[in-house]
């Protein structure tokens, strides 16, 4: 059964520092999805990963993806008030003939002035 | 281009009770799937339509049933309603069975359960 773990689970981190959250998962994807969750909210999606070795930047996050190692990383640089949320990667697999979403345990964000 | 749209937004059921959530897919789009979001944690797979078919299913029991419209909308349905049933319930839709391409997530439906 496919596992996605990310890490932290939590995260403090103060205006303008870097920081770099990691999502491990257990079985072979070559599609990996970071999504962003405000309190309450639904998903938005920030970036699909779709090759080992996808690099994708917006604004002050970049995410990446190593399929060989099984890991993806989101980068945080500067950071800012409004990056506070919690994140998720999702990886996809074949479920039968479907195609399902196996989301990580989350990483919440708080940034501090 | 019309997004993925839930009803209702909330809802407060009582144990034991039958509930049914609503979600219309993304114009174009023939696939929908359900997760399940408990307090705290990941979004869950409940099942996939494709078609009008069920086309995959997480670890639910059977009394989450589902069903998909002609018109490609969908619903959920909760028999036996349990305190642990509550959670945040998100659909999302894509095309051709979701594989290789993007789910989108509707707003969600915020199911207690008393």
């Known amino acids: 059964e496919l596992k996605v773990e990310q890490n932290p689970l939590f995260l403090s981190m103060q205006e303008g520092k870097n920081y770099t959250i990691y999502c491990n998962y257990s079985?072979?994807?070559?599609?990996l999805y970071w999504y962003r969750q405000d309190p309450g909210k639904s998903l938005e999606s920030l970036f699909v990963?779709?090759?080992?070795?996808a690099v994708k930047q917006e604004g002050r996050l970049m995410a990446s993806l190593d399929t060989k190692a099984r890991l993806s990383t989101l980068h945080i640089t500067a950071a800012v008030h409004d990056l506070s949320a919690t994140y998720f990667c999702?990886?996809?697999?074949?479920?039968?003939?479907?195609?399902?979403?196996?989301f990580g345990t989350g990483t919440r964000l708080q940034v501090t002035l | 281009e019309t997004g993925v749209t839930q009803s209702p937004t909330h809802l407060i059921k009582t144990r034991g009770q039958q509930v049914t959530l609503r979600c219309s897919s993304q114009?174009?789009?023939?696939?929908v799937s359900w997760y399940q979001q408990a307090l705290g944690q990941g979004p869950q797979f409940i099942f996939q339509?494709?078609?009008?078919?069920?086309?995959g299913r997480g670890n639910f029991p059977p009394r989450f049933s589902g069903l998909q419209f002609p018109n490609y909308s969908s619903e959920l349905n909760v028999n036996a309603l349990e305190l642990d049933d509550s959670a945040l319930y998100l659909c999302?839709?894509?095309?051709?069975?979701?594989?290789?391409?993007?789910?989108?997530f509707g707003p969600g439906t915020r199911l207690t359960v008393t």
């Open positions: 999302a839709s894509s095309l051709e069975g979701g594989f290789g391409y993007e789910q989108y």
């Open positions: 079985t072979t994807s070559d599609r």
């Open positions: 990963l779709l090759s080992n070795g």
């Open positions: 999702a990886v996809v697999l074949r479920h039968g003939t479907a195609s399902k979403l196996t």
């Open positions: 114009s174009g789009h023939n696939t």
């Open positions: 339509y494709y078609r009008e078919e069920e086309n």
